[in-house]
């Protein structure tokens, strides 16, 4: 069976430190592979996804970058974190045209 | 630009009723739809996914329907239980991007009182 990981499960960063959140899927391959982010009272927001290794589309413009390094991998990347960054992020993962499932979420609080 | 609308943002009802979630959409182009439930500081579920060509999908308790023509889906909870209680939200899946693309309602909460 397939599973996601995220970590970590909460961080707690100080404005203009950098961001790396980690995403892994286990139990398939060439998933196409999904960063949302969750802000109170905003619902969920899609912030990137990636069909295959390298290649990755962004959905709104931010302070957030993302990568794919190998084919179960996905990061969510800052190089300097802002205080609207704060938010709950999930990783999901799914076959074309299919069901999307979601990770456990990493809660991040930018002080 | 697709938009999904759930009503209500909120539902409090005692332990044993049957209950119904709405949700609509705006482009009624989709790939799928997908309902999902979320405990606080969790993660999402996914309870069921109805393809564009089907009306409707069922697992136990819940039976979700879709009508692309009026761009609404329905979630049916029977018999609702004290563990039923979450935040349910609906997603639909655009055809534009090989289905990548969800567009998340902004979900309604509902509480199972025993």
């Known amino acids: 069976s397939q599973t996601i990981h995220q970590w970590p499960a909460t961080l707690v960063q100080p404005v203009g430190s950098p961001l790396s959140l980690e995403c892994t899927v286990e139990g398939t391959s060439n998933p196409n592979l999904y960063w949302y982010r969750q802000a109170a009272g905003r619902g969920l927001q899609l912030l990137f996804y990636s069909v295959g290794i390298g290649q990755i589309s962004s959905e709104v413009p931010q302070n957030l970058s993302a990568s794919r390094p190998q084919d179960r991998q996905f990061i969510l990347s800052s190089k300097k974190l802002l205080l609207s960054d704060s938010g709950f992020y999930l990783c999901?993962?799914?076959?074309?045209?299919?069901?999307?499932?979601f990770g456990p979420g990493t809660r991040l609080t930018v002080l | 630009k697709q938009e999904v609308t759930q009503i209500p943002a909120a539902l409090s009802v005692p332990e044993g009723e049957n209950l119904v979630l709405n949700c609509s959409f705006t482009d009624s182009a989709i790939y799928n739809l997908q309902w999902f439930r979320q405990d606080p500081g969790k993660g999402l579920t996914s309870l069921l996914l109805?393809?564009?060509?089907?009306r409707e999908q069922t697992s136990g308790r819940l039976n979700a329907s879709l009508d692309k023509s009026s761009g609404r889906s329905t979630l049916y909870i029977a018999a609702s239980q004290p563990g039923d209680s979450a935040t349910y939200l609906c997603s639909s899946s655009g055809k534009e991007t090989s289905g990548s693309r969800l567009t998340f309602g902004e979900g309604t909460q509902l509480t199972v009182n025993p």
């Open positions: 109805i393809q564009s060509s089907q």
């Open positions: 999901a993962w799914s076959r074309t045209f299919s069901e999307q499932f």
